[in-house]
């Protein structure tokens, strides 16, 4: 579950799952994170504790070669 962008996910969900909650580490000075962007870091998060399985992590230029 992921809160809305102004009030994240109200507290009485928090304190009834808090030991599943997981927080994304944010600057002092930060509000809040775009939504789409937490959902992203999360599920890269989850792919790269899970070593990638069944994805590609390497590949080819479309025009040029790597060195």
Known sequence: MFGKESAGIPEEILVDHEDTCIRIPMGPK????NLSNSVAIVLYEAL????????????????????
């Open 48 to 67: 790269r504790q899970n070593g990638f399985n069944k994805m590609e992590t390497e590949g080819e230029l479309h025009r040029l070669k790597w060195k």
């Open 30 to 33: 930060i509000r809040s994170l």
